[in-house]
């Protein structure tokens, strides 16, 4: 498996909290994802990387942002936490290859509730 | 907008039988499609992937099919086995994603397989 973990694993939460997800790599790959997963959506884009401090918005970006302060750690903060939060959250890397090509490895997946 | 789609949310198949799982697009420039295989509890694994300039691609005892006249794609899996079981998604390389390895991924097909 790749070296990618996620922390916390699981973690409850109330409305209004703000809340960071931790993404860790060991493969020092140049890109990094963060996903969420809902059922009858698949998995959605919130943020990526590009390298150390440079991030771009994905799909469904809003009420969250990101820090990349070093090549191997990538977080995710819900600056003040809503039930429509509430969901799987996937980490993944990329070595990204010349176009673009190249598949994403992903994280064991961090559960997130939001009461 | 983008979108990748699954033609059948489930799919069961009797142990030993050829599975196939299909997925349509809709970015006719799509150069990269990949397909991951995800079990109950994990993060999504990668199984293979497909450029536009081929037709087909073959690894161990999976089959990736692609007919980009009609935008279609489908996952072959050979004999097919209990381990077998978990949702898979198809997913394309994002219009406008450049270097960054963007994908987008459709909803997923739930295989099950019947002892």
């Known amino acids: 498996d790749a070296g990618i973990t996620q922390s916390p694993r699981h973690k409850v939460t109330e409305t209004g909290t703000p809340v960071t997800l931790r993404c860790h790599q060991t493969?020092?790959?140049?890109?990094m994802y963060w996903y969420r997963q809902d059922p009858g959506h698949g998995l959605r884009l919130i943020h990526y990387?590009?390298?150390?401090?440079?991030?771009d918005k994905g799909e469904v970006s809003d009420g969250y942002s990101v820090s990349r302060s070093k090549t191997e750690d990538f977080l995710l903060t819900l600056e003040s936490a809503t039930s429509s939060q509430t969901s799987v959250y996937f980490c993944a890397i990329s070595a990204g290859l010349a176009g673009g090509i190249g598949e994403q490895y992903f994280g064991p997946g961090t559960r997130l509730t939001v009461t | 907008g983008e979108s990748v789609g699954l033609h059948l949310p489930t799919l069961s198949v009797q142990e030993g039988d050829n599975s196939i799982i299909n997925c349509a697009y809709s970015n006719s420039a799509s150069d990269y499609f990949i397909w991951y295989k995800q079990e109950s509890g994990k993060g999504p694994q990668f199984i293979i992937d497909?450029?536009?300039?081929?037709d087909k691609r073959q690894g161990q005892r999976v089959t990736v099919l692609l007919n980009k006249t009609v935008k279609h794609l489908s996952l072959q899996i050979a004999a097919t086995q209990p381990g077998d079981s978990a949702v898979y998604f198809c997913?394309?390389?994002?219009?406008?994603?450049?270097?960054?390895?963007?994908?987008?991924f459709g909803q997923g097909t739930t295989l099950q397989v019947k002892p």
């Open positions: 990387s590009y390298g150390v401090k440079d991030t």
């Open positions: 997913a394309e390389k994002g219009l406008g994603s450049g270097n960054t390895g963007k994908l987008i």
């Open positions: 497909i450029r536009s300039n081929m």
């Open positions: 493969e020092n790959h140049r890109y």
